[in-house]
């Protein structure tokens, strides 16, 4: 993703509170379009003071400035690599490089020298983000987009300097870039990201680059036999009208049964395939699960894959520009993401940084086959320190009460929750105009909306007195022939401060909550950041929220039931998380 130096904006949406719009320009008779907001008097204006008050700590940030897109992470010689989208000189969008850091747990982080700049003509105006693929002989390799001095939008491969070099700190950028560049049929403006590549039964080396036409949003299909000369399909892997510019495509396999991981090119029986975009209109990522026609280079979403946006998100909140990888070490796909600020560019420069990476996540295909479950990297529980545990406590209508006993602050935490669920007779309706939009719903029942069965769940990062709290609960509905469950993050009342961005967040969970009587929620807690797993990873939530009194020592945590019947937690387990001895960038 990327963006010129300078623009005029034709149009301003209630998400630039998130720093986010469309800008188009026409220069030398070229359209040129990008999605971040362009603070030029911010851009080089470096942090003289870091605030950490607000600042995470165990999820990865660097010292101070702006981040975003994670670049082409990948697992080479015993040593994870995250490569991401950085401001060296400001807290704000611009004067992007891809950042490098290296690790053994995906835990530690060691940081670099920045591994692309902007150097050459074909990428002197910006380079942006892009995929890593490992080649046969173990080389690894980056194709990421340039913009070069027509401001087109071309692909870029890079290789490392000296593959002795454990830690690949120089990469090289050959004179013969570009190696993709836009053609007649191409929106040259809209046009960037492209995947970790794949290699079929042909032996052709395959990738999708994002793209639109008009309104109609498209993963471009290249193939080459040496990775260097690349020739456009004669149609796109797939495309979607009404959508807009697909960013951050990614294409992988799932395995269909078990537990382990894909490589990128695994091919054959016992597979199906995931396409993500990540969805300019919107700012969200949606993905489809389906199948992949090897001899045609077609993609085919399943007919219970909503192709639109409506369809599956990895995660129903602040969530966005994400890339998966297969870790080789671990036989396993891992899923990185990022989260922007939601309060101001001016807030932005005065605490002197902004953007962080995500939890890493397994990704897995769940057991019917419909769409993926995630969960936090095993890893992360190496950070657990103090651990309370309550058990079978039943919250009456109306009720709640505080897990008490982590020391420290508990701005840190880990929490996982098993909730029984009983009453289901009791259940609102559910009206069946709702099921497209379950965020619009969370908005209009919030958490302090009293249901049938729910709200229930935690008030995370709460002052003593609950003048702020960030709410993550369920709410069942009674529909036709069976029960729909709502998962909600509602941070309407997360800060006193004014300003703010504040939007619910909500995704239906996919679980039959009638037979099983039970479900299940755990959510990471980090200073500004709350990312929940609903049904052990079935609906992921993830929200920014920046408490003004709920800081430190004085962030309580609550578990609540604001329904008209009973709920019983059986199981809560809550963690102290340490932070990571190194979490460098």
Same mark, same amino acid.
């Given at each position: 993703?990327?963006?010129?130096?300078?623009?005029?904006?034709?149009?301003?949406?209630?998400?630039?509170?998130?720093?986010?719009?469309?800008?188009?320009?026409?220069?030398?008779?070229?359209? /040129?379009? =990008?999605?971040?907001?362009?603070?030029?008097?911010?851009?080089?204006?470096?942090?003289?003071?870091?605030?950490?008050?607000?600042?995470?700590?165990?999820?990865?940030?660097?010292?101070?400035?702006?981040?975003?897109? $994670?670049?082409?992470?990948?697992?080479?010689?015993?040593?994870?690599?995250?490569?991401?989208?950085?401001?060296?000189?400001?807290?704000?969008?611009?004067?992007?490089? #891809?950042?490098?850091?290296?690790?053994?747990?995906?835990? !530690?982080?060691?940081?670099?020298?920045?591994?692309?700049?902007?150097?050459?003509?074909?990428?002197?105006?910006?380079?942006?983000?892009?995929?890593?693929?490992?080649? @046969?002989?173990?080389?690894?390799?980056?194709?990421?987009?340039?913009?070069? $001095?027509?401001?087109?939008?071309?692909?870029?491969?890079?290789?490392?300097?000296?593959?002795?070099? %454990?830690?690949?700190?120089?990469?090289?950028?050959?004179?013969? !870039?570009?190696?993709?560049?836009?053609? &007649?049929?191409?929106?040259?403006?809209?046009?960037?990201?492209?995947?970790?590549?794949?290699?079929?039964?042909?032996?052709? #080396?395959?990738?999708?680059?994002?793209? +639109?036409?008009?309104?109609?949003?498209?993963?471009?299909?290249?193939?080459?036999?040496?990775?260097?000369?690349?020739?456009?399909?004669?149609?796109?892997?797939?495309?979607?009208?009404?959508?807009?510019?697909?960013?951050?495509?990614?294409?992988?396999?799932?395995?269909?049964?078990?537990?382990?991981?894909?490589?990128?090119?695994?091919?054959?029986?016992?597979?199906?395939?995931?396409?993500?975009?990540?969805?300019?209109?919107?700012?969200?990522?949606?993905?489809?699960?389906?199948?992949?026609?090897? &001899?045609?280079?077609?993609?085919? @979403? &399943?007919?219970?894959?909503?192709?639109?946006?409506?369809?599956?998100?990895?995660?129903?909140?602040?969530?966005? =520009?994400?890339?998966?990888?297969?870790?080789? +070490?671990?036989q396993r796909r891992i899923l990185w993401g990022w989260a922007n600020e939601s309060d101001t560019s001016d807030v932005d420069k005065a605490k002197?940084?902004?953007?962080?990476?995500?939890?890493?996540?397994t990704i897995l295909l769940d057991s019917s086959g419909r769409q993926l479950v995630q969960w936090p990297i095993e890893e992360i529980e190496s950070?657990?320190?103090?651990?309370?545990?309550?058990?079978?406590?039943?919250?009456?209508?109306?009720?709640?009460?505080?897990?008490?006993?982590?020391?420290?602050?508990?701005?840190?935490?880990?929490?996982?929750?098993?909730?029984?669920?009983?009453?289901?007779?009791?259940?609102?309706?559910?009206?069946?105009? #709702?099921?497209? &939009?379950?965020?619009?719903?969370?908005?209009?029942?919030?958490?302090?909306?009293?249901?049938?069965?729910?709200?229930?769940?935690?008030?995370?990062?709460?002052?003593?007195?609950?003048?702020? +709290?960030?709410?993550?609960?369920?709410?069942?509905?009674?529909?036709?022939?069976?029960?729909?469950?709502?998962?909600?993050?509602?941070?309407?009342?997360?800060?006193?401060?004014?300003?703010?961005?504040?939007?619910?967040?909500?995704?239906?969970?996919?679980?039959?909550?009638?037979?099983?009587?039970?479900?299940?929620?755990?959510?990471?807690?980090?200073?500004?950041?709350?990312?929940?797993?609903?049904?052990?990873?079935?609906?992921?939530?993830?929200?920014? /929220?920046?408490?003004?009194?709920?800081?430190?020592?004085?962030a309580h945590l609550f578990v609540f039931n604001n329904g008209s019947t009973d709920v019983k937690v059986s199981e809560l387990n809550a963690w102290?998380?340490? +932070? %990571?001895?190194?979490?460098?960038?």
């Open positions: 993703m990327g963006r010129t130096n300078s623009c005029c904006w034709t149009a301003w949406l209630a998400v630039v509170l998130v720093h986010w719009c469309l800008c188009v320009r026409e220069r030398n008779g070229v359209v /040129v379009e =990008a999605s971040h907001v362009v603070y030029e008097s911010l851009q080089s204006v470096p942090a003289s003071v870091v605030d950490s008050k607000l600042r995470t700590g165990y999820h990865f940030q660097p010292p101070k400035h702006w981040i975003n897109d $994670p670049n082409g992470p990948m697992y080479y010689n015993g040593l994870y690599h995250l490569f991401y989208q950085y401001n060296p000189s400001g807290s704000v969008w611009g004067n992007i490089v #891809w950042a490098h850091s290296v690790s053994t747990d995906l835990i !530690n982080w060691v940081a670099l020298e920045p591994a692309i700049y902007p150097s050459k003509p074909f990428d002197i105006k910006g380079c942006w983000s892009g995929s890593a693929t490992i080649l @046969p002989g173990n080389r690894p390799v980056i194709l990421y987009t340039g913009l070069d $001095p027509r401001e087109r939008q071309v692909q870029n491969i890079a290789y490392p300097k000296n593959l002795s070099d %454990p830690y690949l700190r120089e990469w090289v950028k050959p004179d013969f !870039n570009p190696v993709i560049a836009p053609d &007649d049929g191409v929106n040259g403006s809209a046009f960037r990201d492209p995947t970790t590549a794949w290699r079929g039964p042909s032996g052709h #080396w395959k990738l999708v680059v994002g793209s +639109k036409w008009n309104k109609r949003g498209k993963a471009i299909l290249y193939r080459s036999r040496d990775f260097v000369h690349w020739v456009k399909a004669k149609h796109s892997l797939h495309s979607a009208r009404d959508t807009g510019m697909w960013e951050c495509p990614d294409f992988y396999p799932v395995a269909l049964k078990g537990t382990r991981g894909l490589d990128t090119s695994v091919y054959g029986h016992g597979v199906k395939y995931v396409l993500k975009i990540s969805l300019d209109i919107t700012r969200y990522e949606y993905y489809t699960v389906g199948k992949y026609y090897h &001899d045609k280079d077609k993609y085919v @979403p &399943d007919a219970t894959s909503a192709d639109d946006n409506t369809g599956l998100r990895y995660d129903y909140g602040n969530f966005y =520009a994400s890339k998966t990888f297969f870790d080789g +070490k671990k002197g940084w902004a953007g962080i990476q995500m939890i890493p996540r950070l657990r320190g103090k651990h309370v545990v309550v058990e079978h406590k039943r919250i009456p209508s109306g009720g709640f009460f505080e897990v008490t006993g982590i020391d420290s602050s508990q701005v840190c935490a880990d929490v996982e929750v098993s909730f029984d669920v009983s009453g289901l007779e009791k259940a609102e309706d559910f009206d069946p105009s #709702w099921a497209t &939009d379950a965020e619009a719903l969370c908005g209009r029942k919030t958490a302090d909306v009293k249901g049938g069965v729910g709200p229930f769940g935690v008030l995370v990062l709460a002052s003593a007195n609950m003048e702020e +709290k960030t709410a993550v609960f369920f709410r069942v509905f009674k529909a036709y022939h069976k029960h729909v469950v709502l998962m909600c993050h509602d941070p309407t009342r997360s800060s006193l401060r004014a300003g703010l961005y504040k939007p619910t967040f909500a995704g239906f969970v996919d679980v039959d909550i009638a037979k099983t009587g039970k479900i299940s929620l755990r959510t990471l807690i980090d200073s500004s950041v709350v990312e929940s797993f609903g049904a052990k990873g079935k609906t992921c939530i993830t929200s920014r /929220v920046y408490p003004s009194l709920a800081i430190g020592e004085d102290e998380m340490k +932070k %990571p001895l190194m979490n460098g960038a």
